[in-house]
């Protein structure tokens, strides 16, 4: 396994020296592969009565958000902060046995995927700006990435609608990764579209 995991982070590496895979492309999905992990072992433990486990994994998920929230867009910054609280009120909560339901947890865990969500389209709409097309693609694909895992975790479906704004918006992030042919103001339809679903859905899934 040792051996294997060498290989691969080689092989990575090669791939990120020789420009065929980007650098901020492979951080992103480390992040995001981490994050996902601990909330999948939150959710175990929890199930599983093992609360001190599952608390352990809140609370690494809530140190994470909190970094996100460091390094944040000035408009991003506040989602990704209440989230780190949320998430560490809960991992309180969950320690002491007082959540009582499962649901509680994954709705957290929703949040903090819309969070994500959106500031991943928020940077994306700056590298656009700055005319970085590349990372605006990469950063438009966390951002639906993000959105989709959202609405796993709170356990809803999303409208037809919504379905189609999500495959338009991943067909553009490629073309903008790839260098593709595209026209401006199709580019930022596809970004105020993002941001319009995303903050649709974090309506519904609101605390308040």
Avoid: H
């Avoid at 996902?36 to 352990?56: P, R, T, V």
């Amino acid at each position: 396994m040792y051996r294997l995991n060498r290989v691969i982070v080689m092989v990575v590496f090669a791939l990120i020296v020789s420009g065929i895979m980007p650098c901020t492309a492979f951080a992103a999905s480390e992040s995001l592969y981490s994050i996902d992990q601990s909330f999948q072992k939150a959710k175990k433990g929890y199930l599983q009565k093992n609360m001190k486990s599952a608390a352990e994994q809140i609370q690494k998920s809530a140190s994470y958000m909190k970094g996100e929230a460091v390094k944040a867009s000035d408009k991003g910054k506040g989602a990704l902060t209440a989230s780190a609280e949320e998430l560490e009120k809960l991992a309180d909560d969950v320690k002491i046995g007082a959540v009582k339901s499962r649901k509680r947890i994954e709705e957290t865990f929703a949040r903090a995927y819309l969070a994500l969500a959106s500031e991943s389209r928020i940077k994306s709409t700056e590298s656009w700006a700055k005319k970085e097309t590349v990372k605006a693609g990469e950063l438009l694909d966390s951002a639906i990435k993000n959105l989709e895992k959202s609405f796993a975790w709170s356990g809803q479906k999303a409208e037809k609608g919504t379905k189609e704004v999500m495959k338009k918006t991943k067909d553009m992030s490629i073309k903008l990764k790839e260098k593709g042919t595209f026209a401006e103001e199709e580019v930022v339809k596809r970004l105020q579209e993002a941001e319009n679903e995303i903050k649709k859905f974090g309506k519904r899934i609101s605390l308040e």
